[in-house]
């Protein structure tokens, strides 16, 4: 039994169908990123997930059960990273994990998970004192406190500095490797490459592509690198024998398998021109390049409207304050 099952889910705001079909699962010890581009209906279903909306058709289960209606069974075993709040504005992150592990039989201990998160050296400050990636670390702690089988993390790095990313990654994998179900969330395309071991894309509410991380970008690899812009791509392409782009000004793209030989043949072109190399980077495609692929602009139904949805007719509630208890 997979940990999470989803099966042609479609959730419904009055006419408007954000989910629109969407079927992927998740297994024990595996991270699996749910992407799209803002309003593809990834919230909406990480919110079906987790109890706090209802499917209008399709099946959903969590450690084989429905979070609707097993929703209080549920509760112990799952964990909700909240995108923000939730937490009494005066209370220290020190109480903040101690009351949330309060209520779950067997939690983890307080005061190393504070560690882990890295925020041992403002565990007493008041949670309105905490910066904002102090506050997402602690939201963090809190949906780890009670050793859940499932964790739903939503961009749980956004605004957390440098070494917090660094400690953020680690608690993912360690979750992982402890056989956790982590279901992420993110718009930081080189975290999740990173760290997932799968990736869902989701658009206008339906799977536009999924797969593990490699199979997505592809099998054939390419050569990156930048230099000034503006470089004479047609003599370079002819000297590499393949179609060099560039993107970005300065970013150039050489769509061929990066073997030392058309790496020697770039960096003797440059130097008899005295050009100076920028990156170099050798390797399958990038997340973010199949991402925007997919679902960037100019893409058939990206705005047309086409995947039969109507249009927005509100924004949603604010998730803030939100808990499951
Ligand atoms: P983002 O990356 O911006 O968080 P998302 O992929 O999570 O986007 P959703 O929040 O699931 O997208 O929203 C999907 C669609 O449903 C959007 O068009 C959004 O405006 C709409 N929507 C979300 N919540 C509600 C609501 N409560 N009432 C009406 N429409 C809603």
């Not at 925007?292 to 998730?319: E, N, W, Y």
Request: some cysteine; overall charge neutral; aromatic content about 4%.
């Amino acid at each position: 039994m997979p940990a999470v099952e989803v099966d042609r889910l479609v959730v419904r705001y009055g006419s408007l169908v954000a989910v629109d079909g969407i079927t992927f699962d998740a297994d024990f010890g595996e991270v699996v990123a749910l992407l799209g581009p803002n309003g593809a209906g990834k919230t909406t279903t990480v919110e079906t997930l987790e109890g706090f909306r209802r499917a209008d058709a399709g099946r959903v289960r969590i450690l084989g059960l429905d979070p609707w209606s097993d929703h209080t069974k549920l509760t112990p075993r799952v964990g909700v990273l909240l995108q923000r709040g939730g937490i009494y504005p005066i209370m220290s992150a020190e109480r903040a994990v101690r009351l949330f592990g309060a209520y779950y039989e067997d939690p983890r201990d307080p005061d190393e998970l504070i560690d882990l998160v890295g925020l041992g050296s403002v565990a007493r400050t008041p949670y309105k004192r905490l910066s904002g990636g102090e506050q997402q670390r602690l939201a963090l702690a809190l949906a780890l406190i009670g050793k859940p089988r499932v964790a739903f993390l939503d961009e749980p790095t956004a605004g957390v500095d440098p070494a917090g990313r660094i400690a953020v990654r680690d608690v993912v994998v360690a979750l992982r490797t402890g056989g956790v179900c982590v279901i992420l969330t993110s718009h930081e395309l080189d975290e999740v490459q990173r760290l997932a071991d799968r990736v869902v894309i989701v658009d206008h509410g339906r799977v536009v592509a999924a797969g593990r991380q490699g199979e997505l970008q592809g099998g054939s690899e390419e050569l990156r690198f930048a230099a000034e812009p503006g470089l004479a791509i047609g003599d370079l392409s002819a000297r590499l024998g393949a179609r060099v782009t560039e993107g970005p000004p300065g970013e150039y793209l050489v769509p061929a398998p990066p073997v030392p030989a058309l790496v020697a043949e770039l960096a003797a072109w440059l130097a008899e021109r005295d050009l100076q190399l920028g990156d170099l980077r050798a390797g399958r495609q990038r997340l973010e390049d199949v991402f925007l692929k997919l679902t960037g602009p100019g893409v058939a139904g990206a705005a047309d409207g086409s995947s039969g949805r109507t249009s927005p007719a509100s924004k949603r509630p604010s998730r803030r304050g939100r808990t499951r208890r």
